[in-house]
């Protein structure tokens, strides 16, 4: 009981973390230059999806009750990349991440993790996870040393230095009381539990909720930073798409518990486009096209569609009609089918 | 992993677990020092049972709020969800501690009760063997009971008050809970009994132990322990009067089906002389191997007596059953004691009284056995303080009225109850009647509301005096919820316009009228 409250050793000299690595979201489809590269070149490189995938999901279901959160979700995440899972509230990421670590069991489907294939994710493959979740429930009366060292007892590869390396970066006071804590200071805290051990993945569920902007964005620059650095794989749930479009190699993009998109930024700007047809003009989207969204108008008639690079090239539009790019925003909501509402 | 779980146990709950060992050593202390306790023989483990009796209990109810219900309250579970710990393991390391805790804290208990007895008492094997046996049964069905219990979350109070009403009105009702199972071990025999071992209650101990276990685990990981996240949530408004009600009807269905299926067995008095009016039965016995003629004759004189009044009294009121009535005689009692029986309130009222003696009170006897047998008819409602006045008017009222035939109301009574009638006097007077019979005096405080029946017998006339008292005094009543929810939604103001069509307002008006000072005194 004592050494869990006995003062630990100095911790090691402060390796600062290399600041990271974001872009800004796209001004436009063309052009999504970084605004604020502050690492080296080579660091901020997106990770080519060549890898195999570390997690690796198939067909997996949750009910409560009758209500379906996760219905058939896959996904692939691939090593070292940087994952954004976007969705809006309720959509099922929670869910599907706490299916991820275990924590609740899938009905039906398989999830491949670091190359062990399990209905439920295993205390073993959990050790080698770091979590963050979306809110904090550490024991208020802990220290945040007290609460690195009882966190560590049930990691084999926890880094005590590493920890108050990261505690010292992330300036949250070792000795402070977690009931003393602000909210972003706590998510650091967070951060660091689930990064001292080095973890080959890291999972985070919607990290930022609640951080001010600015905290939010310093938070989500860790995290790239570090992904980046040690080639970490990272998965994150979000429902902000500037977040998700800044950080994110590739994205998932989950709805009413089902996956309505899953690839590369790049890939989803360039697949899925608006087509504005002129009044009285017929058009029925051809073979390879998915309707993600139409809505009809005394002046115009517009569909949202994703298609192939190829059949997209090979698309003529109907006379008078135009074919538009999208913002991430607004694919993202074409995607999900959320409707402005007038009140 | 587990030292991690078990330091984080301790060092959270550090306060809790020394304030237990303080409680356990200063009982253990004090009861053993008892003087009382050591003439009762059974050495130290008499001081032993009552801590199992007392301290037990506790430690293990506080022990599992901690542990469990805490950690589920607070959400913390969440939190180490999160971690690469199989969740039955967190929940057998809370299990395990707390067990541990408290067996630990009985084999000190029994060590030192052990050690101090060792020279008094001949300490055999056997003897430790059926003490830690029954001590370690005991404390397992406790925990097992508050650990499955702390997982019922915001249910949990409710299950426990309910649980610990139902013991004590089982207790109540006649059911020998302490023959059973667990209960069996903590009898009167567990300091003494030295060799034979409850194996039957030892054996019920274990499955209920693990069966309670078995509940605790399956709520902690059913649904990957979202039932008992879900129990943990707080109750909304809306959900605290329901369950309220439920409780209320669960109580009141309980209580009906109980006494439905169970029944009470009758009084058995040797030599009994017996005596039937109507409903009303009163029987006599004396507590002597041979009672002489005299107490025989006196023994007859009296049921026949009060069976007459009792049988007058219930046909008055109207009720269609009556208690029945004991009356044991005893040489050894002065002339004005009289010594309740104590009968449970289905078997009827029984008293001791000497009625042999020369300065035998035998209108004070009928009065007692009237004011008893009509508490216990009406289930103690008769008793309660908002009815009380009713009861203490009607036994002044029944025997000056000549039992309803005369009118009561004469000018001696008048003048008596004037000047004892507070000035305040109000329907809160009679709501608060005990408070009022303090301040006027028992006797005149009876008078005083026997004038208010006569008032109202003199203004409403007899019969519809008659229909309020039958109304109030002659429903018999369970001793139980059952009478209380009766008493609840008919109350006595209720039955007063009922039965007369006055409020207790318009009663008191008359009633202060009726004793106001006379416009022209006579000199």
Same mark, same amino acid.
């Given at each position: 009981m004592d050494n869990l409250a006995s003062p630990e050793s100095e911790p090691a000299p402060v390796a600062p973390i290399e600041p990271a690595v974001c872009v800004e979201p796209a001004a436009s489809l063309e052009a999504a230059a970084p605004v604020e590269t502050i690492a080296p070149a080579e660091v901020v490189t997106p990770i080519e999806v060549i890898s195999p995938p570390v997690l690796e999901v198939r067909g997996l279901r949750r009910h409560f009750g009758r209500v379906p959160a996760v219905d058939g979700v896959d996904l692939n995440v691939h090593e070292g990349e940087i994952y954004g899972f976007l969705g809006v509230n309720g959509a099922?990421? #929670? #869910?599907?991440? +706490?299916? &991820?670590?275990? %924590?609740?069991?899938?009905?039906?489907?398989? %999830?491949?993790?670091?190359?062990?294939?399990?209905? +439920? #994710? *295993? $205390?073993?493959?959990?050790?080698?996870?770091?979590?963050? *979740?979306?809110e904090q429930y550490f024991y208020p009366w802990m220290t945040c040393r007290t609460l690195g060292r009882f966190v560590g007892a049930f990691y084999p590869t926890w880094d005590k230095a590493e920890f108050s390396r990261l505690l010292a970066v992330l300036e949250v006071p070792e000795e402070r009381r977690v009931s003393q804590l602000s909210g972003?200071?706590?998510?650091?805290?967070?951060?660091?539990?689930? &990064? /001292?051990p080095h973890p080959a993945v890291l999972i985070l569920d919607e990290p930022t909720a609640g951080l001010d902007p600015l905290a939010r964005r310093e938070f989500m620059q860790l995290i790239v930073s570090q992904a980046r650095q040690h080639r970490r794989t990272t998965f994150f749930s979000s429902h902000l798409i500037d977040e998700v479009e800044r950080c994110a190699d590739r994205v998932g993009i989950i709805h009413q518990g089902r996956m309505r998109f899953e690839g590369a930024l790049a890939e989803l700007r360039e697949t899925v486009r608006r087509v504005r047809i002129a009044p009285g003009v017929e058009f029925t989207p051809g073979a390879g096209f998915d309707t993600w969204r139409e809505e009809s108008s005394e002046i115009e008639r517009v569909f949202v569609l994703r298609a192939p690079m190829a059949a997209w090239s090979e698309f003529i539009p109907p006379a008078g009609s135009s074919v538009e790019s999208l913002s991430l925003e607004d694919a993202f909501i074409a995607c999900v089918g959320t409707r402005v509402v007038a009140l | 992993m587990i030292r991690g779980l078990l330091e984080k146990e301790l060092r959270q709950h550090g306060f809790t677990f020394a304030f237990l060992g303080v409680l356990l050593l200063g009982g253990l202390v004090l009861i053993g020092a008892n003087e009382m306790l050591r003439r009762a023989g059974g050495g130290g483990f008499l001081a032993v049972q009552v801590l199992l009796m007392l301290f037990a209990p506790l430690a293990c109810l506080v022990l599992g709020q901690i542990l469990i219900a805490t950690e589920f309250r607070q959400k913390t579970q969440l939190f180490l969800e999160a971690l690469p710990l199989p969740r039955w393991r967190m929940l057998a390391v809370k299990f395990a501690l707390g067990l541990t805790s408290v067996l630990g804290a009985t084999a000190l208990a029994l060590a030192l009760a052990w050690w101090k007895s060792r020279h008094a008492e001949a300490m055999t094997p056997r003897f430790a063997l059926v003490l830690a046996l029954k001590s370690a049964g005991w404390v397992w069905f406790l925990f097992t009971l508050c650990f499955a219990h702390a997982f019922l979350g915001r249910y949990r109070i409710m299950f426990g008050v309910l649980v610990l009403?139902?013991? %004590?009105? /089982?207790?109540? =009702?006649?059911v020998e809970i302490a023959a059973f199972g667990p209960f069996a071990l903590v009898d009167q025999r567990f300091a003494f009994e030295r060799l034979i071992l409850p194996e039957r209650a030892l054996a019920i101990t274990a499955g209920l132990g693990f069966a309670l276990a078995g509940l605790g685990f399956a709520l902690g990981l059913v649904r990957d322990a979202t039932v008992a996240a879900l129990l943990a949530e707080k109750m909304s408004s809306r959900e605290k009067v329901f369950m309220t009600m439920l409780v209320l009807v669960? &109580?009141?269905?309980?209580?009906?089906?109980? @006494?439905?299926?169970?029944?009470? /067995?009758p009084v058995q008095i040797p030599g009994t002389v017996e005596t039937q009016r109507g409903v009303a039965r009163v029987a006599a016995s004396a507590a002597v191997d041979a009672p002489s003629r005299a107490e025989t004759a006196a023994l007859e004189a009296a049921t026949r007596r009060t069976a007459d009044q009792l049988g007058e009294l219930a046909e008055f009121l109207r009720c269609r059953s009556f208690p029945p009535v004991?009356?044991?005689?005893? +040489?050894?009692?002065? =002339? +004005?004691?009289?010594? @309740?029986?104590? &009968?449970?309130?289905?078997?009827? $009222?029984?008293?001791r009284v000497n009625l042999t003696t020369k300065k035998f009170d035998d209108p004070a006897l009928q009065e007692w056995m009237l004011r008893h047998a009509l508490i216990i008819h009406t289930g103690l409602l008769a008793a309660r303080e908002r009815n009380a006045w009713v009861l203490d008017?009607? #036994?002044?009222?029944? /025997?000056?009225?000549?039992?309803?035939? $005369?009118?009561?109301? @004469?000018?001696?009574?008048?003048?008596? =109850?004037? =000047?004892?009638?507070?000035? @305040?006097?109000?329907?809160?007077s009679l709501r608060r009647w005990y408070s009022t019979r303090k301040k006027m005096g028992e006797k005149k405080a009876r008078q005083f509301a026997g004038i208010g029946l006569a008032v109202l017998t003199e203004r409403k006339g007899a019969e519809s005096v008659r229909d309020f008292l039958s109304a109030m005094l002659g429903v018999h009543e369970p001793a139980d919820t059952r009478g209380w929810w009766h008493d609840m939604i008919n109350p006595a103001p209720a039955r007063l316009r009922a039965a007369t069509g006055w409020t207790e307002a318009d009663l008191v008006r008359e009633w202060r009228a009726a004793l106001a000072e006379p416009a022209n005194p006579q000199p």
């Open positions: 099922g990421k #929670t #869910t599907t991440i +706490r299916m &991820l670590l275990g %924590i609740i069991a899938a009905e039906e489907g398989t %999830i491949s993790l670091l190359g062990e294939t399990t209905r +439920r #994710t *295993s $205390v073993a493959q959990k050790r080698r996870i770091g979590y963050v *979740s979306q972003g200071m706590r998510a650091k805290l967070a951060l660091a539990l689930a &990064l /001292a | 009403f139902g013991i %004590i009105y /089982a207790g109540q =009702s006649g669960g &109580l009141i269905v309980g209580t009906v089906q109980y @006494d439905r299926i169970k029944a009470v /067995a004991y009356i044991v005689h005893r +040489r050894d009692l002065e =002339s +004005r004691e009289r010594i @309740d029986g104590g &009968l449970k309130p289905t078997q009827g $009222v029984m008293v008017g009607f #036994t002044w009222w029944w /025997a000056h009225s000549q039992h309803g035939k $005369v009118n009561a109301l @004469d000018e001696t009574a008048l003048t008596a =109850s004037r =000047s004892a009638m507070p000035a @305040d006097f109000s329907e809160r």
